[in-house]
């Protein structure tokens, strides 16, 4: 469940491979929930999500799922016996095979609680090519989910599929990780997917892995800015819809470090939102602002001003308890003469806070 | 009359080809899906029969099946089993001379198969056998019965390794191509003559013309 503390490290990775100019060489833990692994094409995200497989063997390593040692220096288990399920990007259906029949061949593990929560009943007879996109990959979903695994990998799967489609599986996937206990790894290049998804984010540059941990705390680390831009860095905060504004078609939420409103009805009241604040979102102010259009002013503690890139720096913030990053410019922060420690106020723009709720 | 030959040819083809079609799934599956150091040497083995002159090869049959040959004597030693001037022999030859066939009809099949759905059925937990026989062999089962219904073809027309390794005695190994030919040694067998080539004709065209619509039901996912 998203929110619930975490159940220990269940996978422990640490393997290197080299193909060719490349190398591959990383380390990390992931828990229960669905650890990210987020990186742009060729930085090695496919090679590590197959090496977990087995489909490739790493040079050197260990891998550890659920206390089992799936690979190190005298055990290299095949991809039948690392009881994983594997939702390929492009789906990889048997085309001789019905729905029903492809669904069951690695298994019928909680048949039908898996068909109901991916809405696999009307596909049953059908054939994979008469499927969309989308539903292609509820199938894939429910064919590894079907064999009982693990641990799910997930390469990319929503990037063959258009926004309409992407939009359709998005809400299986967080009903997936909310309400089947299994560990999962998602492969994606897209901030929007992990922002959604992720309970913990793993970062891949070049083959090495620069960042991990849980995400909200990876997302609003300053360090983060350089490798994923203003609007790919900023923070994921956990809020609780506390009510819905009819008049005015506004939502509010609350979290530790103060209230947020939305535009639009999110969410059922008392439900977690997840609600994204790209750090190129934040305007700082030393005195809290009067007369102004933005609606979201939370008052903020600097914690850390990196200044390392460019014209841009980073500046942690806290709210509560919670951690917020903001991109400011060198000539403001000279300006506003800012430190570390100083109370400050954050001002949030209502439409840039991007929800990741379902419409109610 | 003409009959007699005709069942013959079928039966010895219809043997060669069962017997020859596991070996050609499984060299085929070599061929296609592994790299080893021998095998380009592989290859070439198997598709001598097509270039080899069928006499030598049925020369070569004698001399290793014959009675006084090496798998021949072995044969007869443990098993009674004589393959020369048998029509188990014409089995063998023909069997042979359809293997090359046969081989690259599967092969195709194999390398038209994404090996992408076979690493999907192992992480699903198939073993290796079960890979193969629940999804590669039916998504190839087109070519490889067109490998078959090839083999078959070419056995029927099957001669000079027939006629060098079993002779063309009536009734044991007198197949179609070897029955013609006797006919033609004989003034006033020109009827039997048209008729047997007639029927091995519309066997050859008709074998060509499955073989072709079965390839093209291997097209697409």
Not at chain 1, 158 to 179: H, I, N, Q, S, T
Not at chain 2, 171 to 176: L, S
Request: aromatic content about 6%.
């Amino acid at each position: 469940m998203v929110g619930a503390p975490d159940g220990g490290t269940v996978i422990s990775v640490a393997l290197q491979k080299r193909l060719g100019d490349f190398t591959l060489d990383v380390a990390f833990n992931a828990p229960r929930g669905v650890t990210a692994v987020f990186g742009p094409s060729g930085s090695g995200k496919t090679t590590l999500i197959n090496a977990l497989a087995g489909l490739v063997t790493p040079d050197t390593g260990r891998i550890v799922v659920g206390g089992r040692v799936l690979f190190d220096r005298h055990i290299n288990l095949p991809p039948r016996h690392r009881a994983l399920g594997y939702v390929f990007q492009d789906a990889r259906l048997f085309p001789h095979l019905t729905v029903a029949k492809n669904l069951t061949f690695g298994g019928r593990h909680d048949h039908d609680k898996v068909i109901d929560l991916l809405g696999l009943g009307p596909l049953l007879d059908r054939r994979p090519a008469g499927l969309s996109g989308g539903e292609k990959q509820r199938v894939a979903l429910g064919r590894a989910l079907l064999s009982n695994p693990a641990m799910l990998l997930l390469d990319e799967p929503l990037a063959a599929l258009d926004a309409p489609r992407k939009a359709e599986v998005l809400p299986y996937l967080e009903r997936l990780r909310d309400e089947v206990g299994v560990p999962m790894i998602y492969v994606s290049h897209a901030m929007s997917e992990v922002t959604r998804i992720a309970t913990h984010l793993v970062v891949l540059d070049a083959g090495r892995v620069v960042r991990h941990g849980p995400l909200g705390a990876v997302l609003a680390d300053p360090a983060s800015l350089p490798l994923m831009g203003p609007r790919g860095a900023g923070a994921v905060v956990m809020t609780t819809v506390q009510s819905h504004d009819a008049q005015d078609d506004l939502t509010h939420v609350t979290f530790d470090g103060g209230r947020i409103c939305l535009p639009g009805r999110l969410g059922r009241l008392g439900s977690v939102l997840r609600v994204r604040i790209p750090a190129q979102d934040i305007i700082l102010a030393t005195r809290a602002p009067v007369d102004i259009s933005a609606r979201n002013i939370l008052p903020v503690t600097v914690t850390t001003i990196n200044q390392d890139q460019g014209a841009g720096v980073a500046v942690g913030l806290l709210a509560g308890q919670t951690p917020l990053l903001a991109q400011i410019t060198r000539a403001s922060l000279r300006d506003m003469d800012l430190s570390v420690g100083m109370q400050i106020f954050a001002i949030i723009k209502a439409t840039a806070v991007a929800p990741n709720g379902d419409r109610v | 009359m003409i009959w007699a030959p005709v069942i013959l040819s079928l039966q010895v083809s219809a043997l060669a080809t069962l017997c020859a079609l596991p070996v050609a799934v499984w060299v085929a599956y070599i061929l296609a899906r592994k790299r080893f150091w021998g095998h380009g040497l592989l290859n070439g083995i198997v598709h001598l029969p097509l270039v080899l002159p069928p006499v030598v090869t049925g020369y070569l049959l004698l001399v290793v099946f014959g009675r006084q040959g090496a798998l021949g004597g072995l044969l007869f030693d443990t098993f009674g089993v004589t393959l020369a001037f048998r029509w188990t022999g014409a089995a063998l030859a023909a069997g042979i001379m359809g293997f090359p066939l046969m081989v690259r009809a599967i092969r195709l099949g194999f390398e038209a198969v994404d090996s992408g759905l076979e690493d999907a059925a192992r992480t699903l937990g198939a073993t290796q056998t079960g890979v193969f026989t629940r999804v590669t062999l039916p998504l190839m089962m087109p070519a490889v019965i067109a490998g078959a219904v090839l083999g078959f073809a070419k056995a029927l027309g099957e001669f000079g390794a027939t006629i060098t390794f079993v002779a063309a005695i009536p009734g044991q190994t007198q197949t179609i191509p070897t029955a013609i030919y006797a006919a033609l040694q004989v003034p006033g067998q020109e009827a039997a003559v048209v008729w047997l080539v007639g029927i091995s004709i519309t066997l050859a065209m008709g074998a060509l013309v499955a073989s072709e619509w079965l390839a093209r039901r291997m097209v697409g996912p």
